[in-house]
């Protein structure tokens, strides 16, 4: 079955204590990015990927780093958590030159 | 960049009745526009889209419309079911490997069916 995997899906973390969200695709698309989703705002791509190596900031990328050794994996860093980073997390995959996107399940981020 | 506002944030139709949500975007350049829709506890899914070139697209009971000129996109569902239920989000892009196709979201609509 054709998806984007995400993990862990809940997670509850401490200031200050690093994480890493993975997502995997097995679509062997090129393109990967994050979002974040809050109340109101909607849905902020945070960082993108054009292919294994090639990555690049979104629209709110502070306070997050990503890394993608690896075509099928695209996993999201935070070195630092802070509240404010408290969110809904989703991470897409499409294939080049093709505008659809496909969304993984999500990651629900409190930290405390 | 690119402003892509969602009216309204709520709609409340009774099952049957038709539900219309509509999009405004700033960038006369995006070329693209889908409409997904996330039910609750998973990602959003992609349920329609439409291309700069086409102004109307329907699939079964969902009907897309794009008005370039006034630069605004509607998402028509007609004989709405309970299922319908669910927040709806349209976006623009406008391609280009520049840009990644980057997709900017509009705020979303909670669309609530009830029986």
């Known amino acids: 079955e054709a998806q984007v995997t995400q993990n862990p899906r809940y997670l509850i973390t401490v200031t200050g204590k690093k994480l890493t969200v993975t997502c995997s695709q097995n679509?062997?698309?090129?393109?990967m990015s994050w979002y974040r989703q809050d109340p109101g705002l909607g849905l902020r791509q945070i960082y993108y990927?054009?292919?294994?190596?090639?990555?690049d900031k979104g629209d709110v990328p502070e306070g997050y780093k990503v890394s993608r050794k690896e075509k099928r994996n695209f996993p999201l860093i935070l070195e630092s958590p802070s509240p404010n980073q408290t969110s809904l997390y989703f991470c897409?995959?499409?294939?080049?030159?093709?505008?659809?996107?496909?969304f993984g399940p999500g990651t629900r981020l409190t930290v405390t | 960049g690119e402003n892509v506002e969602q009216h309204p944030s709520t709609l409340s139709v009774q099952e049957g009745d038709s539900a219309v949500i509509k999009c405004t975007y700033s960038?006369?350049?995006?070329?693209?526009f889908p409409w997904y829709k996330q039910e609750l506890g998973k990602g959003p899914q992609l349920i329609i889209d439409?291309?700069?070139?086409?102004g109307e697209k329907k699939d079964q009971r969902i009907a897309v419309t794009l008005n370039k000129t006034a630069k605004h996109f509607s998402l028509h569902i007609t004989e709405t079911q309970p299922e319908d239920s669910a927040v709806y989000f349209c976006?623009?892009?406008?391609?280009?490997?520049?840009?990644?196709?980057?997709?900017?979201f509009g705020k979303g609509t909670s669309l609530l069916v009830t029986p």
């Open positions: 897409a995959s499409r294939e080049q030159g093709v505008y659809e996107q496909y």
């Open positions: 679509m062997n698309h090129e393109y």
């Open positions: 990927s054009m292919n294994v190596e090639v990555t």
């Open positions: 960038d006369s350049a995006s070329n693209y």
């Open positions: 439409i291309r700069s070139n086409v």
């Open positions: 976006a623009a892009s406008k391609g280009g490997s520049n840009s990644g196709y980057a997709l900017n």
